[in-house]
């Protein structure tokens, strides 16, 4: 493998360039992805049958609460990688751990709002509404689920084997990824929460 | 007992008894004739588990050849119990599932690896390049494609067909209408196979936009190339529509959600809104890599440079935009306004003018060519004027108010054949044969293969012209027979008549493949067309590396002017060359995909989770894998030459 | 330990928490629905740039302009899907 020193880590093979630039297109998939939810939200956001509506079971606390963890954990990545880029193979770690407790603090908080909405009669199957709310909410999570596994593979590799091309890649598409979901975030608790609550 | 009755068949017939006879001997063949020649090892070895994208573009062929065997029979079922009035031959049912069945396979297990063939047999050779951007990934794309078949294919020996319709529109195919499994195969299959397609998608932007050859500039790429960067750049806007959708749909009939019912805030609408979002970009997935092959083709025996390439290449950037703008055009009559028809309306109108102008293209491009008529030409022949005819139409249907009277009808059945059939299929068939020789090293027979072509299009226009007429006279589609007092008996009978010749000429194809490989001359170079783009300037057949030296480029028509104007493409010397490694975990996870789907489709759900955490664990093993290729050092790599060019 | 913190990037994430009280204004304050819709799209569309520009370096390659024109189609493709299913549903039903 051919290794150009004259960039970071993480851009410093050709197979590098390729992972970074496959996992753009890739978000752009996720985009997609995200906006069909949206659309379907937005169409059952009034249908929500002999069920509650929005207003009546969203609550600010818990919300603002997944808000602000998950911009923390946002900005701590954004660090962890420009640790790495410095070489700083500790503080790097560091930044990601923390983050995956944020992530983890967040995925707390939506558990403990899901079982608060089960519990006022909102379940995955009350009505058009809260199907889709559910499954808005479950899919996002679901992604910062699966992140929080995969940043800790990657937490492994980079503590195992050191700051090299391959794990500096690796946690470099990771942090697109993890700042990804916060852009998500930001849209679902605008348009779905504070829409809602309006 | 009752864990097993779940699997029976709800609606059994005689022909579905002697196709799982049928399916269950030939099973049985394969197996026994691999075992009996030995040959576990060499198919583990070069083919389940290879990287090499242009043994992964022959398996799709393979897989798409097959479907279409699949779906045609399913085509001559249909139009059979058509042909005459109060026919006895299918009852309601199983004529639902047949023509549920025949759509899917058609435009999701056929036309799509079809293309995905095409995808990766030349885009690679094309460009330039040694292999796709990620190998690995790109056989974990056709494994799950090919799983994704599979399990949709066995549907109608276990559990029984889904009988919804291609679109599978709810409430029909909720729990309420349709009880049987079948329509859980429809969700699940094809969404493993979506998965696969989205990651080819991704794959080939990434091989496009980063490994082409040193000096080709984008606006020098080969016409299909631009046509596959455009259809990939669909796939991967489009295919998460389809997931959601997908998701959704597999959600209300397992888990009693209620996006899609009735009541509780349900819309039912909504499925035919998402399925169209994805299903209008998903037929120009379809069609503009057939345009890309005719633009090859086209120009390759017209002897001319391709007219128009900028104009080409914008229009494919302008259809990429717009075709996902139109999907409302699927359903004028569903009870929205004046005002969204009328915006749909002249969005489909509009995205007929791109398609115009590549039309004139082709055409400025045989004006004053030495046009040459080859079998591939041929089709592109027939497919200029009769793919008009389906375009003009398209354009009549476009028209919101006059689709009231078109609507479900057999017009509309005829039209999207008209596009389909001399667009994508012809163009499949054409770019089959014109590659034909670079797989495997020997030309099909120009003779057969052009009555393939005549015989095609004679069957083609008795079989869907007469439905214009019998839709406009008022015969709707997926209605499994009429009286004699309707008068579509006599149309309906041509119909079948012409379904039977466009059977007998994909007969004849496969007779030219068996003739060509017993009769066919072996030694016919590198370049049996007089061909103007890389692909043809390696060897034939093509080594494992492709290029033992990278090409330069400097133009459009890089080989054609390379042999014109006698420069150099192959400049340098020959280095080490580093190749990815074979992996079994592709198929390895595909297949656990596959039993997850099953028993996602069964409500098994120990199985399901337990198949599932395998496919995390493959996950987690590939993340700690260390996997660096391997190179081939230039000795090895002299010797191929050598070899390649002494079999010359 | 200061050179951990690179003022860019603390910046953005002041900003970022700027944006999300200000778009909490729509709750506390009473205001009109297009008021309020035009706050959350303005405050969310400019802290998605924010996140590509600041957090995920979208233009530090020479893949620039492919990586940003695959976003905007992504975001173009995305809100025709919306606007033109909200059309088909509330507006024009």
Known sequence: ?198 | MDFFNRFAIPHPSFLIYASMVAIGLTGIAVILGITYFKKWGYLWREWLTTVDHKRIGIMYLISALLMLFRGGVDAIMLRAQLAIPDNKFLESQHYNEVFTTHGVVMILFMAMPFIMFFFNFVVPLQIGARDVAFPRLNAISFWLFFMGAMLFNISFVIGGSPDAGWTSYFPLAGNDFSTSVGSNYYMIAIQIAGIGTLMTGINFITTIFKMRAPGMKLMQMPMFTWSALISNLIIVFAFPVLTVLLAMGTMDRLFDTKFFTIGDGGSDMLWANLFWVWGHPEVYILILPAFGLFSEIISTFARRNLYGYKSMVASMVVISAFSFFVWAHHFFTMGQGALANSFFSITTMAIAVPTGVKIFNWLFTLWKGKIEFTTPMLYAMHFLPLFTLGGVTGVMLAMSAADYQYHNTMFLVAHFHNVIIPGVVYAMLAGLTYYWPKMFGFMLNERIGKWTVWLMSTGFILAFIPMYITGLDGQARRMYTYSEATGFAPLNMVAFIGAGIMAISFALLVYNIYYSVRYSPRNIGNDPWNARTLEWATHTPVPEYNFAVMPQVKSTEAFWDAKKHGHEIFKGKIEKIHMPNSSGLPFIMSCIFFVFGFSMIFSIWPLAIISLLGILGCLVYRSFEKDHGHYIPVEEIEDTETKLRGAK | MKELFPIKQVMGFVFSLILTAVALLVYFLDMSFTAGITILLLTAFVQAGLQLVVFMHAGETEDKGAIYSNVYFGILVALVTIFGTLLIFLWDM
């Open chain 1, 1 to 198: 493998m051919k290794i150009d020193h004259s960039l970071p880590l993480e851009y410093s093979t050709e197979e590098n360039r390729l992972k970074i630039f496959g996992f753009w297109i890739f978000l752009g998939a996720e985009i997609m992805l995200f906006a069909t939810l949206f659309t379907s939200y937005f169409v059952y956001e009034h249908r929500s049958g002999n069920g509650p509506s929005g207003a009546e079971i969203f609550e600010l606390s818990p919300v603002l609460m997944e808000t602000i963890l998950l911009l923390a954990s946002s900005f701590t990545i954004g660090l962890g990688i420009h640790a790495m880029r410095l070489g700083k193979q500790k503080a790097m770690m560091a930044f990601f751990a923390v983050t995956l407790v944020l992530g983890l603090g967040f995925l707390g908080f939506e558990i403990f709002e899901f079982t608060t909405y089960i519990h006022e009669g909102a379940g995955i199957t009350t009505s058009g509404f809260t199907s889709m709310l559910l499954t808005t909410l479950g899919t996002h999570g679901l992604h910062v689920t699966f992140g929080f596994f995969w940043g800790l593979a990657i937490l492994l590799q980079v503590k195992k084997r050191g700051l090299t091309p391959e794990t500096a890649n690796k946690s470099f598409i990771f942090s697109l990824y993890w700042h990804f979901l916060d852009v998500v975030w930001i849209f679902i608790f605008s348009f779905i929460y504070l829409k809602g609550m309006m």
